[in-house]
């Protein structure tokens, strides 16, 4: 063949790399359950930031004058047992449920993918150290872990974080150690070992960017699993002290009503759901973006 000549196959010529890149970015939008996930989680989201300007209620005062009040132009979803306004008390509550848990999956995070990496990467000793502590957590159910933890530490936000942080990093450390194990084996890790770049250097700038997507696609669940355990310890009182505005406690405190007025409970759970749902299928969405062979 010529220098001048084309292929056989015109169909099988890559696209150029100007063409090609754009094509990758346009991805994300053509995926319908991450753009589900977005929509969902944009709603929720904006829902519990906005509340001061959505509800001029305080979330705590009292009225015991319009107990158990079903909806009403005042009140949208009614008032509950002390007068609170239950249409914003489910916006803070949602508010403070949904940042306690994306911050009690930020420390988890950074702890098991530093001790996942160390793990993968070295081996040895410390590789058997790190994964038999993991195995020990993970031989033992998650919520009665988290649940006799705050027993000890005491009910509040500060031992949520603490319990959660003790227990789910081991998840991201078995994830990042089994992505490490394969990547330290290719061409581009013997290069930087060879070019004597140390370590750490390989790890954070070479290794890491290339393995943690699973972990970010993981965290996605995980802040749907904080959640339910950070509404489960409400639920049993060693959650967010009372009378802070929390799901759990509202389906709590509601349960004893659920025949005369379900919308204390009812609308808690719901938000509950919407969350998990949402979270779920942006996680979903993301595994198959970065999947191999999606365009």
Avoid at 108 to 124: E, S
Wanted: aromatic share 8%; net charge neutral; charged share 10%.
């Amino acid at each position: 063949m010529s220098a001048l000549s084309f292929p056989e196959h015109p169909e099988t010529v890559l696209l150029p790399v100007e063409h090609a890149a754009p094509r990758a970015r346009r991805r994300w939008y053509r995926q319908p359950a991450l753009m589900t996930g977005l929509v969902v989680m944009g709603i929720i989201v904006f829902l519990a930031v906005a509340a001061p300007l959505i509800t001029s209620y305080n979330p705590n005062a009292q009225n015991l004058s319009q107990t158990l009040q079903g909806p009403s132009a005042q009140h949208l979803l009614g008032t509950d047992q002390l007068g609170r306004d239950v249409w914003t008390r489910l916006l803070y509550g949602l508010r403070l449920d949904l940042s306690i848990a994306c911050l009690a999956v930020l420390f988890p995070f950074t702890l098991g993918v530093i001790l996942g990496c160390v793990a993968g990467y070295f081996g040895g000793w410390t590789d058997t150290v790190i994964m038999r502590v993991v195995d020990v957590v993970f031989a033992f159910p998650f919520y009665v872990l988290i649940i006799a933890l705050v027993f000890v530490l005491g009910p509040g936000i500060r031992s949520i974080v603490v319990a959660i942080t003790l227990l789910g990093w081991v998840s991201y450390a078995r994830i990042i150690r089994g992505e490490i194990l394969v990547a330290k084996r290719q061409d581009y890790v013997t290069a930087a070992r060879s070019g004597g770049l140390t370590s750490p250097r390989i790890m954070g700038r070479h290794v890491l960017p290339n393995v943690i997507s699973q972990a970010i696609i993981y965290s996605m669940s995980d802040i749907v699993q904080d959640m339910l355990a950070i509404v489960t310890l409400s639920y049993f009182g060693l959650g967010v002290p009372p009378p802070t505005a929390d799901l759990g406690s509202m389906i709590s405190d509601g349960q004893n009503f659920i025949s005369t007025h379900w919308q204390l409970t009812t609308f808690p759970g719901l938000a509950v759901v919407a969350v998990g749902l949402g979270l779920s299928l942006i996680g979903d969405g993301l595994a198959d973006l970065i999947r191999p062979g999606q365009t």
